[in-house]
């Protein structure tokens, strides 16, 4: 959903920004000469407020367009493009205010023409205002996220010791010690940071499944299939462990005999696609579905790539899996 209306707290401080911004517009246009300070508020104060709310549009292309992955120049012709319509369609709409103000402001319509100019270029700026506080949003979404990711994996942390712990005899809980450290440190190490290769958040899923087979023994097998090429791609942080922590909770734990997860990550074409599979019970399949875990990372994806990635579900007989499709990355770019 749009940040900003989202919370009525935030459309109520977006409004309020622009009064000043309508007040200044109207300085402008009457301090002029050409137009009356009474004919300038009454035709700026409606269409401002109308502007404020079609500037909101400004979030989706900016959703689309994220800075990490967007040059200069490609994001100057999408703004600036947007900007020059919806700055067109506003002085359209002026012109519409200033024919049912005419017949109270002698000649307003006549006089309208002669400030067309500066109304389209004021619109133009305001809407590329509203592109950087959008992006502003973005970036504190992106920054939150990322604060979460840390909360989340310390819990996680916790709870799988306290979990594996409880379920392991005594002459394995050192072993469990051992690994369930070395899982905490790689997660800390990585939630601190916007994008990493594959290998390494291929490596905090070996370290917790490592813990988990200590738990499930020979009840738990694991097959990797990586590309090569894939390894060194970029990929958002903890993305992949809720979904393996899945597999275990809703699939391997309900069988009685076990079963196994088969991780696979290609390149198809500009995309980099990562499977996750396990054998599960088909009864669970609700529980699956409404869990917490995918939820977040669709919701992560989202923020990163926009449109550009998708999460996929399936379930085919025992078999359970999910796909992720992400813009494949190679380059080391910032948050």
């Known amino acids: 959903m749009h940040p900003i209306l989202a919370r009525s707290g935030r459309l109520g ?5 622009w009064i000043p911004l309508t007040g200044l517009l109207v300085l402008l246009l009457a301090g002029s000469g050409k137009w009356g300070w009474g004919e300038t508020l009454a035709l700026v104060a409606p269409l401002c407020l109308l502007y404020a709310f079609v500037c909101l549009s400004a979030w989706y292309p900016v959703r689309a367009t994220p800075v990490q992955r967007f040059g200069l120049v490609g994001l100057a012709t999408t703004h600036l493009s947007a900007a ?16 049912v ?3 109270v402001f002698k000649d307003f319509d006549r006089r309208f023409t002669d400030q067309i ?4 270029g004021t619109g133009v700026l305001l809407y590329l205002l509203s592109v950087a506080l959008h992006y502003a949003l973005l970036a504190l ?12 994996a310390r819990i996680l942390a916790r709870d799988a010791e306290l979990s594996a712990l409880n379920s392991v005899d005594a002459a394995r809980a050192r072993e469990m010690c051992i690994l369930l450290s070395e899982f905490l440190r790689s997660t ?28 499930f023994g020979s009840r738990l097998t694991v097959e990797e299939h990586i590309e090569d090429q894939c390894n060194t791609m970029l990929v958002p942080p903890l993305l992949l462990q809720p979904l393996v922590e899945n597999a275990i909770t809703h699939g391997i734990a309900n069988l009685l005999e076990g079963g196994s997860i088969r991780l696979e990550a290609r390149r198809a074409g500009d995309m980099l696609v990562i499977l996750i599979e396990n054998s599960f019970d088909p009864d669970s399949v609700p529980s699956r ?9 669709r919701k992560r994806l989202d923020v990163r790539y926009g449109v550009d990635a998708r999460l996929e579900q399936r379930a085919a007989g025992e078999r359970y899996s999910v796909e992720l499709s992400l813009p494949a990355e190679t380059q080391v770019v910032e948050a």
Request: net charge negative.
């Open 84 to 99: 020059l319509l919806v700055s067109a369609l506003w002085v359209v709409t002026g012109l519409g205010g200033v024919r």
């Open 289 to 297: 579905r409404n869990g917490l875990g995918l939820a977040n990372v």
């Open 13 to 17: 401080l977006y409004l309020l920004g």
């Open 117 to 120: 100019p500066l109304l389209f």
């Open 101 to 103: 103000l005419t017949p």
């Open 188 to 215: 800390l190490g990585l939630g601190e940071k916007a994008l990493v290769p594959l290998e390494e958040e291929m490596a905090l899923i070996r370290s917790f499944l490592a813990v988990e087979k200590v738990r």
């Open 141 to 152: 979404e992106v920054l939150r996220e990322a604060e979460k990711r840390e909360a989340e």
